[in-house]
Every structure is written in C-alpha cells, then in structure tokens.
C-alpha cells in the first residue's frame, strides 16, 4: 500500500490545529515543561537546512514530554530586529516592515509543511510592540537599580540616593566600576546633573567607554559572533576595534549568584564547566607598575600573584589608554602599525588564535613594583582591553602564552616555581618550590 505522506500529514496538521493539540494552557494539573528554540531570524525568503537541524531534535524530545504526561509548552517567533532582517531589506530594496513580514508568512508556511508541533497561539515577532516593550521594562529595571554587596542582591536606586545624601560613600558596599569618595555634604552640594553622573558610577545599566567592532559600511556596532576573520558576516564588510560609548550591564555583580546558582540545576558537568568559564570570575590581586620618566601607572590584575618575582615584561592591549602615552618616538610608527593590524580583527579571533604571535615594543620601560628593575613594556593582541585592566605582567616561565611570547620575541624568562623544565614549556602548576623570589 502507498503512503500518501503529503495527504496524511495534511489531514493531520489540520485536526492539530483545530483541536489545539499542542495548545499549552496556562493553568493545568499537569506538571510543566518549557521547549524553546532559537528563534529564526526572518533574513531570507525561507528556512534553511539548519533551522529544522535543530527544530526536529526540540520537536521529538517536546513530544516525548507530552506522551509522558507533561503540559508542554513548545512556542515559536522571529527574531525581527536587528542587522540580518535590517540587510535583507537593504540588499532587496524594501521596507523591513514589508520583508519581515513577508518572510515570516513563509517561515510559518514551512514550518507548518514540516509538521512541528508547536502551540501557536503563542506566536510573536520581536518587533510587535506588545513584546519589545517588555524589553523596554526590562531595561529600565536595571537602569534603576543598583548592587548592594551586604545584602547580596538588587536594590532600587532611590535606597541609594537616600544613602549617599545621609552617609556618603562611607561604609558603602555597592559594585562600582571605579571606587569613588564624598561625603553626604560632598552629595548634596553637587548639581543635579553631577549627581545623575556619579550614579552611572553605580547602576546596573550605564554608559561607559569600551572596545567594539565597529562596521563603518553597516554604519553599526557589530557582536562577535558577527565578525569572522575581520570582516562582517553580513555582506563582508571590513570590521575595526573602535572605543564607543556604549550601554553596559553590570552583569558581573551577580557573579557569586549565578555560581552558586549552578549548583542547583540538572545539568551536564560540561555544560556547567562552559557557563562558569562564561562567567568568569576570578579572586586574585590588583599590582601596580610605575612608568620610567612618566606620572601614570599600569594597573594589572593577576591570579598569580606569587609569582610576581617572574614577572620580566609588562604587555598591554593594543586598544590601551597608555600605549600611545608611554610609546617613544623612536617606536610610534612601528606600534601605530600595529595597532591599526590589530584593530581589524575581533576580540574573539584574537583568543581563539593561540598559534599566531604577534606584538611590539613601545620603547619604554615600567618599574618592577619589589625590584626596581626596568621591564620593557609592549603591546600584543592576546590582551584584551575589555578583559581585566587590558594589562597582563608576563611570567612567561609559568604562563604558556606569556612563554611562547617570551621566546618568539627573546625576552627573559625567569623561574620563580621549581616543577618543570622551562627549557622546553613553562610551568603552569600552582604547586612547587619557590624559588628566585
């Protein structure tokens, strides 16, 4: 006997969509149970193989929870606003408006062909008001709020008002991005758009100057996952690190929370190890460097800072607000190069390429901070200049990259923990002998 798919699936799809079979209501006896996909972003005239690549293993586990008894809720939308539905439009010469809808009608068109089951009802794009708003509450949540460390949690920033007008910074526990200093008459005094100012200091949504992908062609700020090799994903136009000021969250506030909060939850031991390398928090200590014949200082966070005596050079970003302070002018034509190479690519091709070394001298020299000896300060593009303070103090006998740095440039590599043989690798343990300290 012939099996007429098209015909059955048909018939089928219909008695889903008149019964509701998939419908989820919002209270049931039933225990629940949450499926959500990636929702596609509506920058084509239809689907392609990946969407249903990670839709149909969804779909088969969503449905194994309903046989099972579960109230499954397994919604689906579209990804509207952004740069790929903004493209699309531009590259076709239409409205957004026009296109997105458009191909969202196609999207639901296949999806239904495919058979998925999905509650429908549910159904938004991210550029219907009544969802975007929600976006706009959130953000506003946030920007009116402020991290109280004694109490380990959010707080609105009127508490924090009321403090800093009675107390000042005194006894102030708060995540800040620069520790700051006034007394309740300091606050007080101040006008109101200095204090609007001191309290970007402190809320969990402010502006502050930091390294983007700039796209001048798209005329926009790019994530890293849109830059691949150093040009757009979309319409592969050139990408530079450019200083913006941008919209920040004080997300790291919550660092200790979202910790602990792994503990509790069912998931793979690798899953766990990825999200707390994503947050990445790390307890160690803030060093400061003098600069020969220069006022300023270079700040540096280490895990390590008991290797301190191994540290044999100083590197910093190439994005960093002292590289064009401290360069000689022997070398500014040389970093300036560099610098502009660097620029072109993303923060991540920059950690994820461990083979390529790369880096320049500056000509000057910072002050070893117990020694006193002169060490030579570069640039290189494995720092960071949103990672840290966007300066590293290179121990290249027990850090592999500051090694491998160490040793395509000739720098020196002193031991500081006995356990390896620096001769061939450094020696990365936090266990062992110090020595040369």
């Known amino acids: 006997m012939e099996y007429n798919h098209n015909e059955i699936d048909k018939k089928w799809q219909q008695i889903w969509a008149e019964n509701g079979t998939y419908h989820a209501p919002n209270t049931s006896d039933q225990p629940k149970f949450y499926v959500l996909d990636m929702f596609p972003y509506p920058s084509g005239a239809g689907l392609h193989v990946g969407h249903p690549l990670g839709y149909i293993a969804s779909d088969i586990y969503g449905r194994y929870k309903k046989q099972k008894g ?45 058979g998925f089951g999905l509650d429908w009802s549910r159904e938004f794009k991210t550029t219907d ?10 953000f506003i949540q946030l920007f009116d709020a402020w991290y109280d460390n004694n109490s380990g949690k959010s707080r609105p920033i009127s508490t924090l008002i009321q403090y800093l007008s009675t107390h000042g910074t005194s006894g102030l526990k708060a995540a800040e991005t620069v520790a700051l200093e006034f007394s309740a008459e300091q606050w007080n005094a101040m006008s109101d758009e200095d204090q609007s100012e001191v309290l970007l200091n402190y809320r969990l949504a402010y502006r502050s100057e930091s390294n983007v992908n700039w ?47 792994l503990e509790g939850i069912d998931w793979s031991n690798a899953l766990k190890e990825t999200q707390r390398n994503w947050i990445g928090k790390s307890v160690g200590a803030a060093i ?48 300036a190069a560099y610098k502009e190479k660097a620029a072109s690519r993303s923060e991540r091709d920059r950690m994820a390429d461990t083979k390529t070394i790369s880096g320049c001298f500056t000509g000057a020299y910072a002050l070893h901070p117990i020694t006193g000896a002169h060490v030579p300060i570069w640039i290189g593009d494995y720092v960071l200049a949103s990672y840290g303070t966007g300066a590293v103090m290179a121990v290249p006998a027990h850090d592999s990259r500051d090694y491998a740095f160490a040793k395509h440039f000739d720098l020196p590599i002193v031991e500081v923990v006995e356990g390896g043989d620096i001769t061939v690798e450094s020696y990365d343990a936090k266990s062992g002998k110090m020595v040369n300290s």
């Open 288 to 335: 400061f460097f003098d600069i020969q014949d220069h006022p300023e200082q270079i700040e540096v966070f280490s895990t390590r800072p008991d290797t301190l005596f191994g540290a044999t050079f100083v590197t910093l970003a190439p994005e960093h607000e002292l590289v064009s302070k401290v360069t000689t002018a022997e070398r500014s034509e040389a970093v």
């Open 215 to 261: 796209c001048p062609a798209l005329g926009t700020v790019l994530a890293n996952d849109e830059v691949k090799d150093g040009l757009s994903e979309r319409g592969g136009h050139p990408v530079i690190q450019k200083k913006m000021m941008q919209w920040s969250m004080r997300i790291t506030a919550f660092a200790d929370r979202l910790l602990e909060g």
């Open 70 to 114: 579960f109230n499954v809720l397994h919604p689906m939308g579209y990804d509207a606003f952004g740069l790929p539905a903004e493209q699309y439009a531009i590259q076709t010469g239409q409205h957004p408006e026009k296109t997105t809808a458009i191909n969202t009608a196609r999207y639901r068109e296949q999806l239904d062909n495919i």
């Open 129 to 138: 008001p009544s969802y975007y708003k929600w976006t706009q509450w959130i």
